[in-house]
């Protein structure tokens, strides 16, 4: 099993900035990719940006030049650097690792976190 745990939500103004934080843990020999979704309320989830293990990203576009994706310091860990966050980036945000395999050649699959709640509100 594997367990994403978030952290660095919370409320900031706008033009604000947060960093959140992603940690993967427990049966993981690879990872293909960690990303973050995120979802408003009555709103579908969306992408927000996702890493692969290699280091490619991918932003969605209302992100773009704000925000940025990085591997954190320990290992299978992922980080969001969001800047000039405005009142529309409100939404729970989700750590997404997709490609998750616990054995070298083990079935790979995806997994979610619970969510880290950022409000962006003056």
């Known amino acids: 099993q594997v367990q994403l745990l978030e952290s660095g939500g919370g409320l900031v103004q706008p033009g604000g900035s947060l960093r959140l934080s992603c940690a993967a843990s427990?049966?993981?020999?690879?990872?293909?990719?960690l990303g973050w979704y995120r979802q408003a309320p009555g709103k579908q989830r969306e992408l927000v940006a996702t890493?692969?293990?290699?280091?490619?990203?991918n932003y969605t576009e209302t992100v773009k030049g704000r925000f940025t994706i990085s591997r954190g310091n320990a290992k299978n860990t992922v980080a969001l650097q969001m800047n000039s966050l405005k009142p529309e980036d409100t939404a729970v945000y989700f750590c997404?690792?997709?490609?998750?395999?616990?054995?070298?050649?083990?079935?790979?699959?995806?997994?979610w976190g619970r969510g880290t709640q950022v409000t962006v509100s003056s």
């Open positions: 890493r692969t293990s290699s280091g490619r990203t």
């Open positions: 997404h690792a997709s490609g998750v395999i616990a054995t070298k050649w083990g079935e790979s699959y995806d997994y």
């Open positions: 427990g049966s993981i020999f690879s990872i293909y990719a």
